[in-house]
């Protein structure tokens, strides 16, 4: 190796990382380790207060925090066919039900969220590690982009159907609430999640491409 070419090298390799890319890598660690963090306190709590759910059913005043379609008929209506007072498509809290089993399915649902949550956290840590060292056309790195496509993509496919089924178990268990509250099970599609899932698979085989043809180029150098 000349002496242009060694010192060039050793240029290249103190390069400064890109722009942003080692502040958004340590607000991606802070932000695992403070899910890690929470997921295992989330789940302490969530046997401490499941296990102290009354068996009587009488007793019991358990408050359920889920997604529903709810519907409030008029005072004193109970027909579901008239027109309603007010319509609610997303999170409603449920105060002293009589429910066991809707408070764990619940609250499982989150966990399973926060699952795919720590997933995506985890893989983009090790991608902007790479990008902070000039690694972006590396192997690892287009393993950890089509990573975060497949969880993004999986994510956005099973979370619907999860919460459909959820709330029609959640519904079973506590049955009627109110008698002018009609609930039935939240269903929406995340058109923008698939798209975006779908667009890093083929980011990844893009940047999987491109290095191909680096390493190519630098062989035929």
């Known amino acids: 190796m000349t002496t242009i ?20 890598k340590i607000c991606f660690d802070l932000l695992y380790y403070f899910s890690v963090f929470s997921m295992i306190v989330g789940v302490g709590v969530f046997l401490v207060v499941g296990w102290n759910i009354p068996a009587e059913i009488s007793e019991r005043h358990t408050d359920v925090n889920y997604l529903f379609n709810a ?9 579901p066919s008239v027109s309603e007072v007010m319509l609610v498509h997303g999170m409603v809290k449920l105060n002293n039900t009589t429910g066991y089993a809707a408070w764990f399915i619940a609250y499982i649902d989150v966990f399973i969220n926060g699952i795919f949550t720590l997933l995506g956290l ?27 496509g497949i969880i993004v993509l999986s994510y956005s496919l099973l979370t619907p159907v999860m919460t459909y089924l959820c ?26 999640g698939v798209l975006v899932g779908a667009a890093l698979i083929v980011l990844a085989s893009l940047v999987k491409d491109a290095s191909m043809m680096k390493q190519e180029q630098e062989l035929t150098i």
């Open 5 to 24: 070419e060694h010192a060039s090298g050793n240029s290249g390799a103190q390069l400064p990382p890109p722009k942003y890319t080692l502040g958004l």
């Open 71 to 79: 519907k409030m008929l008029p005072s004193g209506v109970t027909d």
């Open 122 to 148: 985890y893989n983009l840590r090790k991608l902007f590690a790479n990008l902070s060292l000039h690694r972006a056309f590396e192997a690892s790195s287009v393993m950890y982009i089509k990573r975060l």
């Open 167 to 192: 709330g029609m178990a959640i519904l079973a268990d506590i049955g009627t609430f109110h008698e002018q509250l009609q609930l039935y099970p939240y269903f929406s599609f995340p058109l923008e």
